[in-house]
Structures are given as C-alpha cells and as structure tokens.
C-alpha cells in the first residue's frame, strides 16, 4: 500500500463530495493551495500537524483519510 497515495485519493475525494476547490479548502486547512495540490498529486509527504488540520477542515475523523 502506497499510504501517500491513499492519503492524496482521500483528502481529494472528501474535498469534491463537500464542493471545495483546492483553494477554498488550503484556506479553511490554514495551507497553501499547492501545498494541497501536492497532497492530492500525491508529490508530497505531510506532517502529523497538517493531516490533523486537513481531518478537522474536512470535519471528518483522521482516520478516514488513511483508509483505502
């Protein structure tokens, strides 16, 4: 399992099924809009903090986005 992938599939898939673009949700998150695009193109690798920050702008448990 390619975990970056599975997180960059998730964080996206949750992002489109509440109608955000990259950079309405970068500025809900407190990130920069390529910084998200990275995640989702999966080209980046992410902190503890910011998967916790990603989670909580999608109102959603962290776990969620780490399942495939």
Same mark, same amino acid.
Do not use: P, W
């Given at each position: 399992?390619? #975990? %970056? /992938? %599975?997180?960059?599939? $998730? %964080?996206?898939?949750?992002?489109?099924? +509440?109608?955000?673009? !990259?950079?309405?949700?970068? @500025? =809900?998150?407190?990130?920069? /809009?390529?910084? +998200?695009?990275? #995640?989702?193109?999966?080209?980046?690798?992410?902190?503890? @903090? $910011? #998967? !916790? /920050? #990603?989670?909580?702008?999608?109102? +959603?448990?962290?776990? =969620?986005?780490? +399942?495939?």
């Amino acid at each position: 399992m390619d #975990i %970056v /992938r %599975v997180f960059g599939t $998730n %964080v996206k898939k949750y992002r489109t099924s +509440i109608g955000l673009s !990259q950079e309405m949700f970068a @500025e =809900k998150c407190g990130l920069h /809009r390529t910084y +998200i695009s990275a #995640i989702e193109c999966y080209r980046r690798s992410i902190s503890l @903090e $910011n #998967i !916790q /920050r #990603i989670a909580d702008a999608l109102e +959603i448990e962290t776990y =969620k986005l780490f +399942i495939k």
